[in-house]
Every structure is written in structure tokens, then in C-alpha cells.
């Protein structure tokens, strides 16, 4: 309140810091020696704007920032820009006391701070409009090398989950069907690297068998934001390899280790294994299916099996069912015949004048092989006094061989143990009187 003596006079008053609370309406009243005079009713309308929260999206999933007006709002309008540029990004066609600026299918380029621009429309006049304070946009993206399902072949099997975006990892977690993963030798997780913008973390699956089957997980954790996570449902299918050949085995046996249980088919020399014509074989389940694993055995009676043929081959098929569409297959084995034919009897005596002992055996994989003679395991010499070793083939040829160690009656010292060992380089088998 103030005195006026001049014909003309302004008077401005001032609030500071308005919020909600001062929204009403104010008076001016002049008065003068004659005539008091009051002004025309002022309406004051007080709004707050809610800025857009900051946002932590995932690269390809729709996403949205939020600004608002409370307060005596009137009629608000909206539009939003990214920090930066001039150029709106987006502008609402609605009056609502909220807006919401959607992103369908966000990307690192969408990424940054972001404002909203609000005009408040009361009666008549619409004010000049006001800016938001900003809110930032920040995106993430987690990958992982394998997809929804991963089967497992191999002896080993790496999972890597690389997380590309802010600096902001706090912790990545692996998960397995028996739980959270805790062996330090089989995760390493990188430092955050600011060029590639990224942290990467790979679990080597080893050693492990059938039960190792189910969902393994990986999660990286943020200070803000919400967890990402990428899972894939693991199926074993470990098939333990056999040899490429064998020389006279008594059986083969074939040993899988994984999710499913599978049927197996022998195929002998390319045909599948029938019981009527392949009489030298069985098959059998030697370790039945227990703790996702079982053994498939097929016995061989290699007596049976005639000389002169060329050796046979065996591999075997395994399927799981409609569990399973694939089949897995074994190498082909090649199985050949090394035997001692002929050996000695348990016992000699030596009453005429010389005794021959003969030792025959054959092999049908073109191995050159020896046979050795041993009394009391003491090596048999052909130069010694009173014996002599002779060693040739049987029939035409020269891989059937048989060797006759002669020795006189006047070798009054040979007595003990005989002993006839044919070696081949992976196999030795011998006769001893």
C-alpha cells in the first residue's frame, strides 16, 4: 500500500517459489481522496511438471517415458524432444494430465536424454509453454551364443552371455538344474571394456554326464535397472567313442551318457545285426539305463568265425523316439582275428631222443608278429646247445605262422616252466607247459 500523487502509476507485485498452494485469485485496490476503485479480479494458476523418470531399455522391446502436470493444469498440451536437437520427436495429440512417448522397437541410437515441453491452456489464453527437467533414455542389449535349446555332443560345451551398454554391472550369476553355478574355473566374466561398451561372461560346461541335463542361465545384475537374464534348455548327447580297431576282442561295448534313453541297431560288415545269421555275436545291455546313462554291449565268440575271410566291421546307431529327432551314429570299428591256434600241452617228458614243441598263430590284419620261446621266463635262443627254433608259415600265408622249438634229450637242464608267446603290437597272448 502506497500514497500516489502523479496522474499514472504502476505497481507489480512478485511471488517467488510458487507452487500448488498459491493458486487462487488476488485483488488490487486503489483508493484516492474522493473515490475508492477496485481492480479487476487476477487469477493466479499454479502447475508443477513431473519430469520422465530415467528408463533402462532392452534393445528391441518397446519402451516409454512419462512426464505429467499436477496442479490447477487447465487444458495441457505436449511435445518431446531428445536433448540436443531442435526437432520434436514427438508431439501429443491429447489433454491428459500425463503423456507417454513410446519407442516400438528401441536401439543404441535411441538412446539419451529426453525433455517434454508443456503448454497450459486456461480460458482463453494459453501459456508460452514450459520444459520438463530431462530424463535419460538407457539402453541395454544381452546375447548369448546359443539359442532356446543346446545339445550337447562333445566332452565340452561353451556358454557366452555378452551384455553391451552402460557401465553398470554389479554381478552375473549362472544358473544350472542343480543350481546357482559356483565353480570359479568354469565362469570368467571380463571387466566392463568402454570401447566395445561391453562385459562378457563365458561357462564351460566339462566333465559332466547325463544328469548335467536342463535349463542353465545366465543373469547380469544392475545397480539401477531391472536384470537381464538368457536361458537355454541343455540336452546331453554323449556318446563315448570306440576304437577304430580290435584284434580278437571278446566284446565291444558302446556307452551313452545324456537326456534321453536311446534304442540302439548293431550293423555288422553294413547290414544290421540279425540273431539268425550273425550266431558269433550277442548283444546285450551290460549297465542298464540308470542316472541318464547306459552301456550297450555286443559279445563276440571269435572261435567262431572262420579264417581266410577279411576282416569285419562293426559300428552301431543309436535313437531317442519322438524325444529326439536326431540319431547318433559310432565310427566303424574293424575287428580282425589274432589267435594263438595251436598251443602246448600242460605237460611234457622228454624220453627219447629229442621232443618238438610247436606253437601256430595267425593274424588277419597284415601285422607282421613273432613268437617267442621262454623256459622259466628266460629267453630260448636258436644258437643255445641242444635246441634249435624254426619258424615258417602255415599254408600261403606268411601272417599264419607257426614255430617249432626242437630240444635232445641231452639237455639235462631243460626242465620248468615252457612257455610260447606270439606278440603283435598291441596284443600278446601265450601257451605255457
Request: aromatic share 10%; charged share 20%; net charge negative.
Amino acid at each position: 500500500s502506497e500514497s500516489v500523487k502523479d496522474e499514472t502509476h504502476e505497481q507489480e507485485s512478485e511471488l517467488t517459489e510458487v507452487n500448488p498452494t498459491e493458486d487462487t485469485t488476488y485483488t488490487c485496490t486503489v483508493t484516492d481522496a474522493s473515490f475508492g476503485k477496485t481492480s479487476t479480479v487476477a487469477t493466479l494458476n499454479v502447475f508443477e511438471i513431473t519430469k520422465p523418470s530415467d528408463v533402462y531399455a532392452t534393445v528391441g522391446l518397446a519402451t516409454s517415458l512419462v512426464c505429467g502436470v499436477t496442479g490447477n493444469t487447465g487444458t495441457p498440451s505436449y511435445t518431446w524432444y531428445k536433448q540436443g536437437s531442435d526437432t520434436a520427436v514427438y508431439t501429443d495429440p491429447g489433454t491428459a494430465t500425463t503423456s507417454t512417448y513410446s519407442i516400438s522397437n528401441p536401439q543404441f541410437s535411441d538412446e539419451g536424454a529426453y525433455f517434454c515441453k508443456v503448454a497450459v491452456k486456461v480460458g482463453d489464453v494459453t501459456n508460452d509453454g514450459f520444459n520438463s527437467e530431462t530424463g535419460n533414455l538407457v539402453m541395454r542389449q544381452l546375447t548369448a551364443s546359443v539359442g532356446a535349446e543346446t545339445v550337447v555332443k562333445g566332452s565340452t560345451q561353451a556358454f557366452v552371455c555378452t551384455f553391451k551398454g552402460d557401465n553398470d554391472v554389479s554381478s552375473v550369476v549362472w544358473k544350472g538344474p542343480k543350481g546357482t553355478i559356483t565353480t570359479e574355473d568354469k565362469i570368467v566374466t571380463s571387466a566392463y571394456e568402454e570401447e566395445a561398451k561391453s562385459v562378457v561372461s563365458t561357462f564351460t560346461l566339462s566333465g559332466f554326464d547325463g544328469t548335467a541335463s536342463g535349463e542353465y542361465t545366465c543373469t547380469f545384475n544392475f545397480n539401477k535397472g531391472d536384470a537381464m537374464s538368457k536361458s537355454t534348455n541343455v540336452i546331453i548327447y554323449s556318446l563315448k567313442p570306440i576304437e577304430a580297431k580290435y584284434f580278437s576282442p571278446e566284446f565291444i561295448e558302446v556307452k551313452f551318457e545324456g537326456t534321453f534313453e536311446p534304442t540302439i541297431t548293431w550293423h555288422i560288415a553294413g547290414a544290421d545285426y540279425n540273431a539268425d545269421t550273425n550266431t558269433q555275436l550277442t548283444p546285450s545291455v551290460s549297465s542298464p539305463w540308470e542316472s541318464n546313462s547306459v552301456t550297450f554291449k555286443l559279445a563276440f565268440k571269435m572261435s567262431a568265425f572262420p579264417f581266410g575271410k577279411q576282416p569285419f566291421t562293426v559300428s552301431a546307431k543309436l535313437k531317442f523316439g519322438d524325444k529326439l529327432a536326431e540319431e547318433l551314429t559310432t565310427q566303424v570299428a574293424t575287428v580282425y582275428r589274432r589267435e594263438l591256434m595251436e598251443g602246448l600241452a600242460s605237460k611234457y617228458t622228454i624220453t627219447n631222443d629229442e621232443q618238438k614243441f610247436s606253437c601256430k598263430a595267425t593274424g588277419e590284419d597284415n601285422t607282421v608278429f613273432s613268437i617267442k620261446w621262454h623256459l622259466d621266463e628266460k629267453l630260448l635262443e636258436d644258437s643255445q646247445d641242444h635246441l634249435s627254433i624254426a619258424a615258417g608259415p602255415v599254408g600261403t600265408s606268411k601272417y599264419n605262422l607257426v614255430s617249432t622249438l626242437t630240444v635232445d634229450n641231452t639237455r639235462s637242464d631243460f626242465n620248468g616252466k615252457l612257455k610260447c608267446s606270439v606278440t603283435w603290437p598291441v596284443l600278446c597272448v601265450d601257451t605255457t607247459a
